[in-house]
């Protein structure tokens, strides 16, 4: 059978327990939000097809455990991905200082040449703000990182932050794409998954913010 995509790659959300990383990830592929919180066991992941400079990507994004107990666990997915999404949450000046501990975790233990984009989540949550947005932008610009603040809830900035991330990967890999003759799985064969599980894509509301 015919692959139903041009190249396959992995996106891995990273940030402390309760920030939303696996809403932002059930926002992007099913269009879903949750309000309970149910912590993630380790890493579990979702797929979704995006058409990026008219080059079909299916992209496999890891969802981590924020929990410290699981970090042994989730270390080992780092050398597997191509992009990282740092989340904090914008109700928690924790979550946000622990940033700093996540961009040097991805600096210790990811390839060389992965993107990484900050994301400031629970953007709709304005009364109980505690990191203003500039503070964001602020951290994001000493990293050389984009920025973005968002909503699993209101599905604000969510399409826009996985779609910008995978871009970053896709350009930052053009020349060594192009010296394999466009094949991009030669070149990004260890991101190679036929045969595992792939769910349906589903459509995004637009945003609300
Ligand atoms: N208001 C608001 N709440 C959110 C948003 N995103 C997530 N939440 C809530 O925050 C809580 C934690 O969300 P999760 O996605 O489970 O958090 P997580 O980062 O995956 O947590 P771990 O799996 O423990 O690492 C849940 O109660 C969500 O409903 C958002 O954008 N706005």
Redesign the pocket.
């Known amino acids: 059978m015919a692959k139903q995509y041009d190249v396959l790659l992995r996106l891995l959300l990273l940030?402390?327990?309760?920030?939303?990383?696996?809403?932002?990830l059930c926002r992007f592929t099913d269009n879903e939000?949750?309000?309970?919180?149910?912590?993630?066991l380790g890493v579990d992941f979702k797929m979704k097809t995006l058409k990026i400079d008219g080059i079909k990507v299916r992209v496999q994004i890891w969802?981590t455990?924020?929990?410290e107990r699981y970090q042994t666990i989730t270390k080992q997915y780092y050398r597997r991905a191509q992009g990282f999404i740092l989340?904090y949450d914008i109700t928690s000046s924790r979550s946000f200082q622990h940033i700093v501990k996540w961009a040097s975790d991805v600096d210790e233990f990811a390839l060389d040449k992965v993107q990484r984009i900050l994301v400031g989540?629970?953007?709709?949550?304005e009364q109980k703000r505690k990191v203003p947005k500039e503070q964001g932008n602020k951290l994001a610009k000493t990293y050389g990182m984009e920025f973005f603040e968002?909503?699993?809830?209101t599905n604000c900035n969510i399409n826009e932050s996985f779609t910008r991330l995978t871009e970053l990967v896709l350009h930052a890999h053009k020349k060594e794409m192009d010296a394999f003759q466009g094949s991009i799985n030669k070149y990004l064969d260890m991101t190679y998954l036929e045969g595992e599980q792939d769910k349906e894509d589903n459509s995004q509301k637009a945003c609300a913010c």
């Open positions: 940030g402390d327990s309760g920030v939303g990383k696996t809403c932002l939000f949750h309000s309970s919180h149910i912590s993630t969802d455990a924020g929990q989340v989540n629970k953007a709709d949550e968002t909503s699993a809830c």
